[in-house]
């Protein structure tokens, strides 16, 4: 009985196996319809850089041992989809102004994408909105962004970057994604222990 159980199931495993055609997994064939989206999307004239930034998060998420290989074959750069991914990911608190952030547009949402958070979002939008994306990178190399807001833009050696995300991190900043977020009030809290001290 189990003689006859184990060559009933092989056959269903092998046309399972074949059932592509082509010899190639559904996974296979899932990176190959990612890669066409991909390349569709990119290939428009003027793409929406959001809908293809969200279409490079899936092919991401779902295929991420395969993601250079996806963006390589949908002919992509690999600087151009991280720096597509970070966007996303920083302007995603602010999506419900999806279509201001795309009147802004890609080239000048990549400058403000580093510097942005909540407490400063509303005025360097409408900065971005007047600016040109040479005097916005200007503006946030020192230049008063508002009347109640000034950019500090720190050039920092891979040493010093790497003990100032340890003390931002041990003093309430936190991680998102390959971002630190709330690095303001973090900041503040080391400068006030500091003070402190020598009050």
């Given at each position: 009985?189990?003689?006859?159980?184990?060559?009933?199931?092989?056959?269903?495993?092998?046309?399972?196996?074949?059932?592509s055609?082509?010899?190639?997994?559904?996974?296979?064939?899932?990176?190959?319809?990612?890669?066409?989206?991909?390349?569709?999307?990119?290939?428009?004239?003027?793409?929406?850089?959001?809908?293809?930034?969200?279409?490079?998060?899936?092919?991401?998420?779902?295929?991420?041992?395969?993601?250079?290989?996806?963006?390589?074959?949908?002919?992509?750069?690999?600087?151009?989809?991280?720096?597509?991914?970070?966007?996303?990911?920083?302007f995603?608190?602010?999506?419900r102004?999806?279509?201001?952030?795309?009147?802004i547009?890609?080239?000048?949402?990549?400058v403000?994408?580093?510097?942005?958070?909540?407490?400063?979002?509303?005025?360097?939008?409408?900065?971005?909105e007047?600016?040109?994306?040479?005097?916005?990178?200007?503006?946030?190399?020192?230049?008063?962004?508002?009347?109640?807001?000034?950019?500090?833009?720190?050039?920092?050696?891979?040493?010093?970057?790497?003990?100032?995300?340890?003390?931002?991190?041990?003093?309430?900043?936190?991680r998102?994604?390959?971002?630190l977020?709330?690095?303001?009030?973090?900041?503040?809290?080391?400068?006030?222990?500091?003070?402190?001290?020598?009050?």
């Amino acid at each position: 009985m189990a003689a006859k159980e184990r060559s009933a199931k092989r056959p269903r495993g092998e046309a399972k196996r074949d059932q592509s055609g082509d010899g190639t997994s559904p996974e296979a064939g899932n990176i190959a319809f990612q890669v066409e989206k991909i390349s569709k999307m990119a290939a428009r004239r003027g793409p929406d850089f959001f809908e293809l930034a969200g279409a490079l998060a899936i092919a991401k998420e779902t295929h991420s041992k395969a993601f250079e290989d996806i963006i390589s074959q949908a002919k992509i750069s690999r600087r151009r989809a991280f720096y597509l991914l970070e966007v996303r990911e920083r302007f995603q608190p602010y999506m419900r102004d999806a279509a201001r952030l795309r009147a802004i547009g890609w080239t000048k949402l990549k400058v403000l994408a580093p510097v942005i958070n909540t407490e400063n979002a509303d005025d360097l939008l409408a900065t971005a909105e007047t600016a040109s994306a040479q005097k916005l990178s200007q503006i946030l190399r020192g230049a008063v962004v508002s009347s109640k807001s000034r950019c500090v833009l720190l050039y920092l050696t891979p040493e010093q970057h790497d003990l100032y995300e340890r003390m931002i991190l041990a003093h309430g900043g936190k991680r998102r994604g390959r971002q630190l977020i709330d690095q303001e009030r973090a900041l503040m809290a080391i400068i006030d222990q500091v003070s402190a001290r020598h009050d």
